[in-house]
C-alpha cells in the first residue's frame, strides 16, 4: 500500500516537472500490429534525457537510444509509443519510483514473413522454418511472405563488420550486421528469417531474436537482393 502511494506521490512530481520543462507528447498503446499509433490513448507533456538525474547538460548520443523520461508516469506501461516533437520513442521499462526507460527511434518499419508465424497466442501458427534462408541473403521465395506487422518505430544500426564467412559466390558482398530494437508487441514476437523494411525502403532478414520484457531485440543482415 505504502508503495503504490509513494509512486503515486512521484507520478504526479514528474508531471509537475513535465509542465515546466516538457513539450506535447502522444502516447500510444497498441492493440493491433498493422496499426499501433492509430489512435492515441492520451497526451501529456514530457520531456526526455540520458541523465536519470534530469540534468538536460546534453543530448542524447548517436547510438545510444536508451533516454529517461520525464512525464506522468499514472498511466504508462511498457510497450507504450510515444511521439514529441516529430520524434518517436517506445517505453522499454517502468518501475516504481523511477523515471520510466525510453528508446528513441530512428526507423518505423514493418515486418513480412510466412502467416501466423510469430504469433504467441497460436493464431494461425506456421513451422518457423518455413521460408528459411537459401544462403545468399534472400531468406527464401519472399513472394509468399505477407505483412504481419507495420508501422512501428524502431532503433536500427550497425552492429559488426559483416560475417566472417563468405557464401563462395564471386562478387557477393558481406553486407554489415545491423541490431534492431523493437517494444513488446500484442501477441507476437519476430522470429528468424522474416523480412523487416524500413520507411527508407531498405529491407533486412532476421537473424537472431532476443525477446524480454523490455522489448525485442533483433540482428539483421540487408538482403543483396
Same mark, same amino acid.
Given at each position: 500500500m505504502y508503495q503504490a502511494l509513494v509512486q503515486q506521490k512521484v507520478a504526479r512530481g514528474y508531471a509537475k516537472a513535465a509542465l515546466r520543462l516538457g513539450a506535447t507528447t502522444a502516447q500510444y498503446r497498441p492493440a493491433s500490429l498493422t496499426a499501433p499509433m492509430? +489512435?492515441?490513448? @492520451? +497526451? =501529456?507533456?514530457? @520531456? =526526455?534525457? #540520458?541523465?536519470?538525474? &534530469? !540534468?538536460?547538460?546534453?543530448?542524447?548520443?548517436? !547510438?545510444?537510444? @536508451?533516454?529517461?523520461?520525464? &512525464? #506522468?508516469?499514472? #498511466? *504508462?506501461?511498457? !510497450?507504450?509509443?510515444?511521439?514529441?516533437?516529430?520524434?518517436?520513442? =517506445?517505453?522499454?521499462?517502468?518501475?516504481? =519510483?523511477?523515471? /520510466?526507460? $525510453? %528508446?528513441? $527511434?530512428n526507423r518505423v518499419v514493418s515486418i513480412a514473413g510466412q502467416p501466423g508465424q510469430g504469433s504467441t497466442n497460436g493464431d494461425g501458427a506456421a513451422c518457423t522454418d518455413v521460408g528459411a534462408s537459401d544462403g545468399y541473403g534472400t531468406a527464401g521465395d519472399t513472394s509468399a511472405q505477407t505483412t504481419l506487422a507495420s508501422g512501428w518505430p524502431a532503433f536500427i544500426q550497425i552492429k559488426g563488420k559483416g560475417s566472417p564467412t563468405g557464401d563462395g559466390i564471386p562478387g557477393s558482398i558481406k553486407a554489415a550486421d545491423?541490431?534492431?530494437?523493437?517494444?513488446? %508487441?500484442? !501477441? &507476437?514476437?519476430?522470429?528468424?528469417? %522474416?523480412? *523487416?523494411? +524500413? #520507411?527508407?525502403?531498405?529491407?533486412?532478414?532476421?537473424?537472431?531474436?532476443? /525477446?524480454?520484457?523490455?522489448?525485442?531485440?533483433?540482428? %539483421?543482415? *540487408?538482403?543483396? *537482393?
Open positions: 492509430e +489512435t492515441a490513448h @492520451a +497526451t =501529456f507533456l514530457a @520531456a =526526455f534525457n #540520458d541523465d536519470k538525474a &534530469f !540534468g538536460f547538460a546534453r543530448p542524447a548520443l548517436w !547510438g545510444k537510444p @536508451a533516454v529517461f523520461g520525464l &512525464f #506522468d508516469t499514472t #498511466d *504508462v506501461q511498457s !510497450g507504450d509509443l510515444l511521439t514529441c516533437a516529430d520524434e518517436n520513442y =517506445f517505453v522499454a521499462r517502468i518501475e516504481p =519510483f523511477r523515471p /520510466p526507460l $525510453c %528508446m528513441l $527511434c545491423y541490431e534492431m530494437l523493437l517494444p513488446v %508487441m500484442p !501477441g &507476437f514476437i519476430p522470429t528468424v528469417e %522474416m523480412a *523487416v523494411t +524500413t #520507411d527508407l525502403g531498405t529491407t533486412y532478414t532476421v537473424t537472431a531474436v532476443e /525477446p524480454s520484457q523490455y522489448g525485442n531485440r533483433c540482428l %539483421m543482415s *540487408v538482403r543483396q *537482393v
